[in-house]
């Protein structure tokens, strides 16, 4: 069992926030612009891409439930978490620099689709790797409601701050051009970062699992998936963890291709991006104190309602100006799809333990990061399949030298069909998405009521047992002998029998067991 509640110490929260920035990093670089990466730079027909996302989001489907299911298991001198940030950083970084090489243009179409696809992987791996520690650290940091609503706070923040900054140095070092070069240099210098910033995390943090006296034999993991699955207050967090995220992937894996086609200026994305990033950092402080002061189900439905009317403006963006306005309407609200859901997994952990027993941070982690890949894979998936059917066409600036026939129409220029479906793919559908949310945070049962009702019952558990190992301990005789009492005298009343098992086994602790018996005259020590 963890330890009581407590504050957590800044110095801990900048770590945490820290270790979710290296998955902010991939979210936000890799969200507007690794689609467009796929598309224009490597010339990769909008079919395949959908194909090596939809690969990598059923191989997730497995690989973040085993994870977090290993790390629940992991025992070493380092703890459960940490051995997993000191290798998964340098692997992470690896495959973030695999993913974008671009392949040579005459490079077969299927040859490059399953490099990427397995480029694709190997970051999936490296990145569940350490976003499952970091979110299963903090159930077991703290058990304080609003404490756990500051400290996600803290990792939101942490993963903006850290994304803005690499997307806008990404922008600067690759500009309009798209260069191969260019996309490898912003590569190394990320990769750089999520290896110092991994590493710095596992140096700092302090894990504080208490393993329990006598172990839980473990359970298969589709078992663990099975109870998972049956947690009610679970499901509806996780599905809020993949429609919202989704609706957002969505946003971000097409704006570039809405600045660059329907606003004809893809310079725009430079000045966007900083605006809608950095209104939602500045945004999510305020989400935390309205937060702790209603709570996170009122937030998420107060931030989705302004989200989704936001998301559905961009419909009718024209020029720059409006496509700014619209920018800061959307950053305002663009945290609450990750900040509540992170803030409420920790309360459903504890849920989760009184009704099986277990402390299951590691599995239900790996879960939750699961919705969020999918998340990832349902926007590329479902954005690739629309532009195919719609007609999209390569650029001739970029990927004549494949040696395929690109179109016969303008270079750059999209026919007006695939205009459209830009425009329904950065606001309305997304729109939809967040409103499935919505639903859920509604639905969900932990309000800050139900978690102290919970956190009492805790106590009085806990006390309960404290105060039983402190009546054995009076109990216990001196030496490990067998202890005689004066016999005392107790012919017309039942008497107790108190029998105290020696010693034994590995805790050297003593059994005590107690009976009734109504023929003994004497009480017995045996």
């Known amino acids: 069992m963890v330890q009581e509640s407590e504050r957590l110490s800044l110095r801990t929260k900048l770590l945490l926030a820290l270790g979710q920035g290296v998955e902010g990093i991939w979210i936000t670089v890799g969200g507007y612009y690794v689609n467009k990466f796929f598309l224009e730079t490597c010339c990769l027909e909008p079919a395949l891409v959908g194909l090596i996302q939809l690969g990598v989001g059923l191989f997730d489907a497995f690989n973040d439930t085993l994870i977090g299911a290993l790390s629940d298991r992991t025992n070493t001198r380092w703890g459960r978490r940490r051995p997993w940030l000191l290798f998964g950083g340098p692997f992470l970084a690896a495959s973030y620099v695999a993913v974008w090489n671009a392949l040579p243009l005459?490079?077969?179409?299927?040859?490059?689709?399953?490099?990427?696809?397995?480029a694709y992987m190997a970051v999936s791996i490296g990145l569940t790797s350490v976003r499952v520690q970091i979110s299963a650290?903090?159930?077991?940091?703290?058990?304080?409601?609003?404490?756990?609503?500051?400290?996600?706070?803290?990792?939101?923040?942490?993963?903006?701050?850290?994304?803005?900054?690499?997307?806008?140095?990404?922008?600067?070092?690759?500009?309009?051009?798209n260069k191969p070069s260019s996309f490898l240099q912003s590569a190394a210098i990320c990769a750089s970062a999520i290896l110092l910033f991994t590493w710095t995390v596992f140096c700092g943090i302090k894990e504080r699992y208490v393993a329990p006296d006598e172990p839980l034999p473990?359970?298969?993991?589709?078992?663990?998936?099975?109870?998972?699955?049956?947690n009610k207050s679970f499901c509806y967090v996780t599905l809020m963890y993949l429609a919202g995220p989704t609706a957002v992937t969505l946003t971000q894996t097409n704006i570039a291709l809405f600045c660059k086609y329907v606003l004809r200026d893809e310079s725009i994305l430079m000045l966007l991006v900083p605006v809608v990033q950095g209104t939602g950092l500045f945004m999510i402080p305020v989400w935390v104190f309205i937060a702790n002061k209603t709570s996170k189900k009122h937030i998420y439905l107060?931030?989705?309602?302004?989200l989704a009317?936001?998301?559905?403006?961009?419909?009718?963006?024209?020029?720059?100006?409006?496509?700014?306005?619209?920018?800061?309407?959307?950053?305002?609200?663009?945290?609450?799809?990750?900040?509540?859901?992170?803030?409420?997994?920790?309360?459903?952990?504890?849920?989760?333990?009184?009704?099986?027993?277990?402390?299951?941070?590691?599995?239900?982690?790996g879960l939750f990061t699961t919705?969020?890949?999918?998340?990832?894979?349902a926007g590329s998936v479902l954005t690739n399949l629309i532009l195919e059917q719609a007609g999209y066409v390569s650029p001739s600036s970029s990927c004549t030298a494949s040696g395929k026939v690109v179109s016969t129409v303008e270079p750059d220029v999209?026919?007006?069909?695939?205009?459209?479906?830009?425009?329904?793919?950065?606001?309305?559908?997304?729109?939809?998405?967040?409103?499935?949310?919505?639903?859920?945070?509604?639905?969900?049962?932990?309000?800050?009521?139900?978690?102290?009702?919970?956190?009492?019952?805790?106590a009085a558990s806990t006390a309960q047992i404290a105060k039983e190992k402190m009546d054995n301990v009076k109990s216990e005789p001196q030496e490990h002998g067998s202890a005689h009492n004066e016999a005392h005298e107790a012919h017309d009343e039942p008497c107790t029998k108190v029998v105290l098992d020696p010693p034994g086994g590995t805790d050297g602790r003593m059994d005590v067991h107690l009976s009734h018996n109504q023929d003994l005259g004497t009480g017995e020590f045996v």
Do not use: C
């Open 371 to 377: 919705a969020l890949k999918l998340s990832v894979t």
């Open 218 to 230: 473990s359970k298969g993991i589709l078992t663990e998936i099975a109870w998972a699955m049956r």
């Open 414 to 458: 999209q026919p007006p069909a695939v205009l459209q479906v830009m425009r329904w793919l950065v606001g309305p559908i997304p729109a939809m998405f967040i409103l499935l949310a919505m639903f859920a945070a509604w639905r969900f049962p932990i309000t800050p009521e139900v978690h102290a009702a919970r956190m009492a019952r805790r």
């Open 309 to 365: 009317a936001s998301m559905v403006s961009l419909n009718f963006v024209e020029s720059l100006e409006a496509s700014l306005v619209i920018g800061v309407a959307v950053g305002m609200s663009l945290a609450v799809p990750y900040l509540v859901p992170i803030s409420m997994l920790p309360d459903v952990v504890e849920e989760d333990e009184e009704l099986t027993g277990r402390r299951r941070e590691g599995v239900l982690s």
């Open 302 to 306: 107060l931030g989705g309602s302004m």
């Open 106 to 118: 005459q490079t077969p179409q299927e040859l490059k689709m399953l490099y990427y696809t397995f």
């Open 137 to 177: 650290l903090l159930p077991e940091l703290t058990n304080d409601y609003n404490e756990r609503t500051v400290a996600s706070g803290f990792n939101v923040v942490g993963a903006n701050v850290l994304g803005l900054t690499f997307a806008v140095l990404h922008s600067a070092i690759v500009g309009t051009e």
